[in-house]
């Protein structure tokens, strides 16, 4: 089945500078690849995605990478803010959506 | 908006009872999941509900749990003798609406908090 790994585990980065959050995967039928933010009590909430048919996307402050021949993905934030600090969960999944696998998660925290 | 609800949102119980963890997906999603979260580590995958039955599992999902979707809005999860380490967060969640682009977006409630004592 699919695995997935993240790192790191914690990041701590200024108010203003980026942050990056790397993952791998196993399966190479996976071809959906979300990102989730949790914030402390709270449910996951999905903050970008990206599919095996692009390599890039961009939302903002936001961008997610993939590269399905060396099987990881990445979550870049730029110009970090306060608010950005939160548990990121990345997650891989076929399309049949039966199962969604989640990463470890990395916790940000944002030094204003 | 829409969006998946779940109650109770805490429950306490003692070793060995049994649970109902209740959920209202999304009306017009087709698919309906549990996570679990253990204070502090990863949303991990129970279980995944697709045309009135179960479509995937994990390891966790052995035979003192069961879901059911007793009526055309409720998903429940049963656990049947809980044991101390059943403690954490459960959250349902849902995707795939009948109609429209099926984005894969999973829409999670806000969880129900199990301790086990």
């Known amino acids: 089945g699919e695995n997935v790994e993240q790192h790191p585990s914690t990041l701590s980065v200024q108010e203003g500078d980026s942050a990056v959050i790397k993952c791998t995967y196993s399966?190479?039928?996976?071809?959906?690849f979300p990102w989730y933010k949790q914030e402390l009590g709270k449910r996951p909430q999905l903050i970008i995605d990206?599919?095996?048919?692009?390599g890039e996307k961009k939302d903002q402050r936001i961008a997610v990478t993939l590269n399905k021949t060396a099987k990881h993905f990445s979550l870049h934030i730029t110009e970090t803010q306060p608010e950005d600090s939160a548990v990121y969960f990345c997650?891989?999944?076929?399309?049949?959506?039966?199962?969604?696998?989640f990463g470890p998660g990395t916790s940000l925290s944002v030094i204003p | 908006e829409p969006e998946v609800t779940q109650t109770p949102s805490h429950q306490v119980t003692q070793m060995g009872q049994e649970v109902i963890l209740r959920c209202v997906p999304i009306?017009?999603?087709?698919?309906f999941y549990w996570y679990r979260q253990i204070l502090g580590q990863k949303v991990e995958f129970l279980v995944s509900?697709?045309?009135?039955?179960?479509?995937?599992k994990s390891e966790i999902f052995d035979d003192q749990f069961s879901v059911e979707r007793p009526d055309g809005s409720n998903f429940t999860l049963k656990i049947r003798s809980t044991k101390l380490e059943d403690s954490a967060m459960y959250f349902c969640?849902?995707?795939?609406?009948?109609?429209?682009?099926?984005?894969?977006?999973?829409?999670f409630g806000e969880g129900s908090r199990l301790t086990v004592l």
């Open positions: 009306s017009n999603h087709l698919y």
């Open positions: 997650a891989a999944i076929e399309t049949s959506y039966d199962k969604v696998i």
């Open positions: 969640a849902s995707s795939a609406p009948r109609q429209g682009a099926n984005t894969g977006e999973l829409f």
């Open positions: 509900f697709y045309n009135n039955e179960i479509s995937e």
């Open positions: 990206i599919r095996s048919n692009v």
């Open positions: 399966d190479s039928a996976s071809n959906y």
